[in-house]
Protein backbone atom coordinates (compact mmCIF):
# COMPACT_ATOMS: atom_id res chain seq x y z
CA UNK A 1 0.00 0.00 0.00
CA UNK A 2 1.34 3.55 -1.28
CA UNK A 3 0.46 6.14 1.14
CA UNK A 4 0.10 9.76 -0.89
CA UNK A 5 2.02 12.93 0.92
CA UNK A 6 -0.57 15.37 0.81
CA UNK A 7 -0.17 19.44 2.11
CA UNK A 8 -0.85 20.76 5.34
CA UNK A 9 -4.11 22.46 3.75
CA UNK A 10 -5.22 18.75 3.02
CA UNK A 11 -6.61 18.62 6.75
CA UNK A 12 -9.09 21.13 6.52
CA UNK A 13 -9.97 19.74 3.29
CA UNK A 14 -10.60 16.59 4.81
CA UNK A 15 -13.56 18.47 6.87
CA UNK A 16 -15.14 20.24 3.94
CA UNK A 17 -15.57 16.94 2.12
CA UNK A 18 -16.78 15.58 5.31
CA UNK A 19 -19.40 17.85 5.37
CA UNK A 20 -20.05 17.32 1.53
CA UNK A 21 -20.55 14.32 2.47
CA UNK A 22 -23.00 14.79 5.37
CA UNK A 23 -25.16 17.76 2.94
CA UNK A 24 -25.79 14.90 0.40
CA UNK A 25 -27.75 12.75 2.63
CA UNK A 26 -28.14 14.30 6.31
CA UNK A 27 -30.29 11.94 7.53
CA UNK A 28 -28.71 8.73 7.69
CA UNK A 29 -25.53 10.12 8.85
CA UNK A 30 -27.46 12.14 11.79
CA UNK A 31 -28.94 8.87 12.54
CA UNK A 32 -25.78 7.23 13.11
CA UNK A 33 -24.26 9.89 14.96
CA UNK A 34 -27.56 9.18 17.17
CA UNK A 35 -26.81 5.23 17.62
CA UNK A 36 -22.88 6.05 18.14
CA UNK A 37 -23.89 8.32 21.12
CA UNK A 38 -26.68 5.75 22.36
CA UNK A 39 -23.38 3.46 22.79
CA UNK A 40 -21.04 5.59 24.00
CA UNK A 41 -23.88 6.15 26.41
CA UNK A 42 -24.87 2.88 27.40
CA UNK A 43 -21.02 1.61 27.65
CA UNK A 44 -20.18 4.15 30.45
CA UNK A 45 -23.23 3.17 32.71
CA UNK A 46 -21.45 -0.27 32.99
CA UNK A 47 -18.72 0.51 34.97
CA UNK A 48 -15.06 -0.68 33.26
CA UNK A 49 -16.20 -3.85 30.98
CA UNK A 50 -18.51 -0.99 29.13
CA UNK A 51 -15.68 0.83 28.35
CA UNK A 52 -13.97 -1.72 27.48
CA UNK A 53 -16.50 -3.29 25.08
CA UNK A 54 -16.73 -0.05 23.49
CA UNK A 55 -12.80 0.69 23.30
CA UNK A 56 -12.67 -2.78 21.15
CA UNK A 57 -15.99 -2.14 18.98
CA UNK A 58 -13.99 0.98 17.72
CA UNK A 59 -12.86 -0.50 15.02
CA UNK A 60 -15.99 -2.20 13.66
CA UNK A 61 -18.21 1.19 13.96
CA UNK A 62 -15.53 3.01 12.63
CA UNK A 63 -15.53 0.70 9.36
CA UNK A 64 -19.05 1.09 9.49
CA UNK A 65 -19.05 4.37 9.34
CA UNK A 66 -16.45 4.45 6.34
CA UNK A 67 -18.64 2.18 4.68
CA UNK A 68 -22.02 4.31 4.27
CA UNK A 69 -19.85 7.17 4.00
CA UNK A 70 -18.45 5.76 0.67
CA UNK A 71 -22.08 4.78 -0.42
CA UNK A 72 -23.28 8.43 -0.03
CA UNK A 73 -20.15 9.47 -2.09
CA UNK A 74 -21.07 7.09 -4.49
CA UNK A 75 -24.37 8.90 -4.72
CA UNK A 76 -26.34 5.28 -3.60
CA UNK A 77 -28.90 6.47 -1.06
CA UNK A 78 -27.87 4.82 2.68
CA UNK A 79 -30.92 2.82 3.72
CA UNK A 80 -31.73 1.60 7.31
CA UNK A 81 -30.74 -2.20 6.48
CA UNK A 82 -27.29 -1.49 4.57
CA UNK A 83 -25.66 -0.55 8.10
CA UNK A 84 -24.52 -3.85 9.42
CA UNK A 85 -23.77 -5.19 5.48
CA UNK A 86 -20.36 -4.50 6.35
CA UNK A 87 -20.12 -7.13 9.25
CA UNK A 88 -21.75 -9.83 7.11
CA UNK A 89 -18.81 -11.55 6.24
CA UNK A 90 -17.20 -13.76 8.67
CA UNK A 91 -13.62 -12.71 7.52
CA UNK A 92 -14.23 -9.25 7.78
CA UNK A 93 -15.81 -9.32 11.03
CA UNK A 94 -13.18 -11.60 12.19
CA UNK A 95 -10.38 -9.42 11.29
CA UNK A 96 -12.09 -6.31 12.85
CA UNK A 97 -12.73 -8.12 16.34
CA UNK A 98 -9.26 -8.88 16.03
CA UNK A 99 -8.36 -5.23 15.56
CA UNK A 100 -10.81 -4.06 18.79
CA UNK A 101 -8.72 -6.53 20.86
CA UNK A 102 -5.69 -5.38 19.57
CA UNK A 103 -6.53 -1.73 19.81
CA UNK A 104 -7.88 -2.46 23.77
CA UNK A 105 -4.54 -4.37 24.54
CA UNK A 106 -2.80 -1.04 23.35
CA UNK A 107 -4.97 1.46 25.18
CA UNK A 108 -4.55 -0.71 28.44
CA UNK A 109 -0.72 -0.92 27.68
CA UNK A 110 -0.84 2.69 27.35
CA UNK A 111 -2.66 3.45 30.30
CA UNK A 112 -0.21 1.14 32.35
CA UNK A 113 2.92 2.50 31.20
CA UNK A 114 1.62 6.13 32.01
CA UNK A 115 0.56 5.70 35.05
CA UNK A 116 3.13 3.00 36.75
CA UNK A 117 5.79 6.26 37.26
CA UNK A 118 3.80 7.92 39.04
CA UNK A 119 1.52 5.55 41.11
CA UNK A 120 3.49 6.93 44.14
CA UNK A 121 2.57 9.92 44.57
CA UNK A 122 -1.48 9.34 43.69
CA UNK A 123 -1.90 6.34 46.21
CA UNK A 124 0.13 9.41 48.24
CA UNK A 125 -2.59 11.82 47.17
CA UNK A 126 -5.54 9.12 47.99
CA UNK A 127 -4.27 8.15 51.34
CA UNK A 128 -4.55 5.49 53.94
CA UNK A 129 -7.24 7.23 55.85
CA UNK A 130 -9.26 10.20 56.08
CA UNK A 131 -10.78 12.22 53.18
CA UNK A 132 -9.15 12.37 49.65
CA UNK A 133 -7.54 15.86 49.18
CA UNK A 134 -8.90 16.23 45.84
CA UNK A 135 -6.37 18.74 44.53
CA UNK A 136 -3.82 16.93 45.30
CA UNK A 137 -5.27 14.05 43.47
CA UNK A 138 -5.91 16.53 40.45
CA UNK A 139 -2.39 17.71 40.43
CA UNK A 140 -1.06 13.99 41.48
CA UNK A 141 -2.99 12.52 37.65
CA UNK A 142 -2.10 15.53 35.59
CA UNK A 143 1.17 13.54 34.50
CA UNK A 144 -0.48 9.88 33.48
CA UNK A 145 -3.07 12.46 31.72
CA UNK A 146 -0.45 14.20 29.53
CA UNK A 147 1.45 11.10 29.20
CA UNK A 148 -1.46 9.02 27.98
CA UNK A 149 -2.01 11.57 25.81
CA UNK A 150 1.12 11.52 24.17
CA UNK A 151 1.20 7.42 23.97
CA UNK A 152 -2.58 7.49 22.79
CA UNK A 153 -1.49 10.09 19.25
CA UNK A 154 1.20 7.33 18.47
CA UNK A 155 -1.81 4.79 19.18
CA UNK A 156 -4.32 6.49 16.74
CA UNK A 157 -1.53 6.72 14.07
CA UNK A 158 -1.22 2.76 14.12
CA UNK A 159 -5.27 2.17 14.15
CA UNK A 160 -6.61 5.21 12.05
CA UNK A 161 -6.67 3.59 8.68
CA UNK A 162 -6.36 0.41 10.19
CA UNK A 163 -10.25 -0.47 9.80
CA UNK A 164 -10.18 0.59 6.13
CA UNK A 165 -7.36 -1.34 5.38
CA UNK A 166 -8.48 -5.09 7.19
CA UNK A 167 -11.98 -4.42 5.95
CA UNK A 168 -12.19 -3.51 2.63
CA UNK A 169 -8.36 -4.89 1.35
CA UNK A 170 -8.35 -7.65 4.21
CA UNK A 171 -4.61 -7.33 4.37
CA UNK A 172 -2.68 -8.68 7.84
CA UNK A 173 -3.62 -6.68 10.85
CA UNK A 174 0.45 -5.95 11.32
CA UNK A 175 0.76 -4.71 7.90
CA UNK A 176 -2.44 -2.54 8.69
CA UNK A 177 -1.06 -1.07 11.18
CA UNK A 178 2.26 -0.70 10.01
CA UNK A 179 0.60 1.29 6.46
CA UNK A 180 -1.66 3.44 8.81
CA UNK A 181 0.95 4.23 11.11
CA UNK A 182 3.61 5.55 7.76
CA UNK A 183 0.33 7.19 6.11
CA UNK A 184 0.06 9.35 9.05
CA UNK A 185 3.91 10.00 9.40
CA UNK A 186 4.06 11.14 6.22
CA UNK A 187 0.68 13.26 6.52
CA UNK A 188 1.67 14.43 9.97
CA UNK A 189 0.85 18.42 9.14
CA UNK A 190 -1.95 17.69 7.43
CA UNK A 191 -3.29 15.61 10.57
CA UNK A 192 -1.84 18.60 13.02
CA UNK A 193 -4.02 21.22 10.86
CA UNK A 194 -7.54 18.12 11.13
CA UNK A 195 -6.94 17.40 14.47
CA UNK A 196 -6.43 21.45 15.49
CA UNK A 197 -9.76 22.41 13.47
CA UNK A 198 -11.77 19.94 14.99
CA UNK A 199 -10.42 20.59 18.50
CA UNK A 200 -11.55 24.75 17.66
CA UNK A 201 -15.17 23.28 16.82
CA UNK A 202 -15.01 21.38 19.97
CA UNK A 203 -14.45 24.16 21.96
CA UNK A 204 -16.54 26.63 20.19
CA UNK A 205 -19.55 24.50 20.87
CA UNK A 206 -18.14 23.86 24.83
CA UNK A 207 -17.83 28.34 25.16
CA UNK A 208 -21.38 28.22 23.55
CA UNK A 209 -22.41 25.80 26.70
CA UNK A 210 -21.07 27.78 28.69
CA UNK A 211 -22.40 31.29 27.18
CA UNK A 212 -26.16 29.89 27.69
CA UNK A 213 -25.59 29.21 31.09
CA UNK A 214 -23.71 32.92 31.98
CA UNK A 215 -27.03 34.52 30.82
CA UNK A 216 -29.03 32.61 33.21
CA UNK A 217 -30.02 29.32 31.33
CA UNK A 218 -30.50 26.58 33.07
CA UNK A 219 -27.60 24.21 32.55
CA UNK A 220 -30.22 20.87 31.52
CA UNK A 221 -32.05 23.28 29.32
CA UNK A 222 -28.54 24.46 27.74
CA UNK A 223 -27.65 21.01 27.24
CA UNK A 224 -30.82 20.08 25.39
CA UNK A 225 -30.73 22.72 23.44
CA UNK A 226 -27.18 21.70 22.57
CA UNK A 227 -27.68 18.30 21.94
CA UNK A 228 -29.03 18.63 18.19
CA UNK A 229 -25.41 20.62 17.27
CA UNK A 230 -22.88 18.10 19.30
CA UNK A 231 -24.70 15.27 17.59
CA UNK A 232 -24.36 17.16 14.28
CA UNK A 233 -20.76 17.55 14.68
CA UNK A 234 -20.14 14.53 15.39
CA UNK A 235 -21.71 13.28 12.40
CA UNK A 236 -19.65 15.72 10.68
CA UNK A 237 -16.27 14.60 12.03
CA UNK A 238 -17.85 10.81 11.39
CA UNK A 239 -17.93 11.91 7.54
CA UNK A 240 -14.50 13.46 7.38
CA UNK A 241 -13.30 9.79 8.13
CA UNK A 242 -13.62 8.69 4.28
CA UNK A 243 -12.27 11.66 2.47
CA UNK A 244 -8.76 11.68 4.80
CA UNK A 245 -8.79 8.02 3.70
CA UNK A 246 -9.29 8.53 0.15
CA UNK A 247 -7.14 11.24 -0.21
CA UNK A 248 -4.34 8.67 1.06
CA UNK A 249 -4.38 5.39 -0.54
CA UNK A 250 -7.11 6.67 -3.45
CA UNK A 251 -10.16 4.41 -4.22
CA UNK A 252 -8.14 1.37 -4.81
CA UNK A 253 -10.34 -1.03 -2.87
CA UNK A 254 -12.79 -3.89 -3.61
CA UNK A 255 -15.88 -2.50 -5.68
CA UNK A 256 -17.90 -5.20 -3.21
CA UNK A 257 -18.09 -3.97 0.62
Known amino acids: MQAAILPVRAGWQWIQDGAGIFKRQPMPM ?20 GQMALITAMPLLTFMSLC ?12 IHMWLEPLRKPDVR ?3 VRLGFAYLACCLAGGFVSTLPFMSSIMNAVGSSGPIDELALMQ ?16 SALFWH ?8 RIKLSQALFFSMV ?9 LVYG ?24 SLAQILLTPL ?3 VAALLYCSFYPAYVSVFGKNYPSAT
Open 30 to 49: FFWSLMTGFLITLAYMIPLL
Open 68 to 79: ACRHISDGDPML
Open 94 to 96: KRL
Open 140 to 155: AVRGPFITFGLLYVLI
Open 162 to 169: APALVGWH
Open 183 to 191: ACWRNKWPF
Open 196 to 219: LSWGAVFLAVQLLGNLMTDMGMDT
Open 230 to 232: NLI
